[in-house]
């Protein structure tokens, strides 16, 4: 069963803030955040493994509540280049696999 | 450091044709390894996993298959292409259980 994400799409202008969120039925032993641009890879943004845990990377970031259901990406004071399907992954449940949200479509302009 | 590569990066084949993706891994040793797939608009299915040359474990029933004939390298195979096959084809790697995964460029399928 895969980690439910929303809102499914959020358009931005420049500057301002957006919060994506990752929630699961039962606890995640940890939460991998991806960005994918249109047609590349997806792109590792941070992890977070512990209940409590808050992690940032420049303007980008998230965090992970106590009972370890939910994890949210904060980004703040949009750019142009954030725009792209932002993807939480839960990990840890064997060999590494990661099962994917469905993914948060964010569009920033001008 | 690790470098991930993909290829080939953009393929077209016709229905019916066979189909081999490759995969490869530099700069570590004994990765897991990964297959997942990318509908156009949609999110990341995951197709096969392995943890070590020659161990290949599904999570789909579909029409593709997986191997490992290399620490380093994971192919991804067909017989015989279905119209369904098309998308994007991303190849993954990590060191373990709670390692975060690092993709590679990936490859475009269209099946015509």
């Known amino acids: 069963q895969q980690p439910v994400q929303s809102p499914q799409a959020v358009i931005l202008r420049e500057g301002e803030d957006a919060v994506i969120n990752c929630s699961s039925s039962?606890?995640?032993?940890?939460v991998h955040w991806y960005r994918q641009k249109h047609g590349e890879a997806p792109v590792f943004l941070m992890i977070?493994?512990?209940?409590?845990e808050q992690k940032g990377h420049e303007k980008i970031s998230a965090s992970f509540n106590e009972k370890k259901q939910q994890s949210s990406l904060y980004l703040t004071a949009s750019q142009l280049s954030y725009s792209g399907t932002y993807f939480c992954?839960?990990?840890?449940?064997?060999?590494?696999?990661?099962?994917f949200g469905q993914g948060t479509i964010l569009t920033v302009h001008p | 450091s690790q470098t991930i590569h993909q290829w080939p990066a953009t393929l077209v084949q016709p229905v019916g044709s066979p189909l081999s993706l490759e995969c490869t891994v530099e700069g570590t040793s004994n990765p897991n390894l990964y297959w997942y797939r990318q509908a156009a608009g949609r999110g990341l299915q995951l197709l096969f996993y392995s943890v070590g040359i020659g161990q290949i474990s599904s999570e789909v029933p579909q029409n593709l298959s997986a191997s490992r004939p290399q620490d380093r390298q994971f192919i991804l195979s067909s017989k015989k292409l279905l119209l369904s096959d098309s998308g994007f084809y991303l190849c993954a790697w990590n060191r373990g259980n709670t390692d975060t995964q690092y993709f590679g460029p990936g490859t475009r399928l269209t099946v015509l």
């Open positions: 992954g839960e990990g840890g449940t064997s060999y590494g696999k990661l099962t």
């Open positions: 039962k606890a995640l032993y940890s």
């Open positions: 977070l493994l512990k209940g409590g």
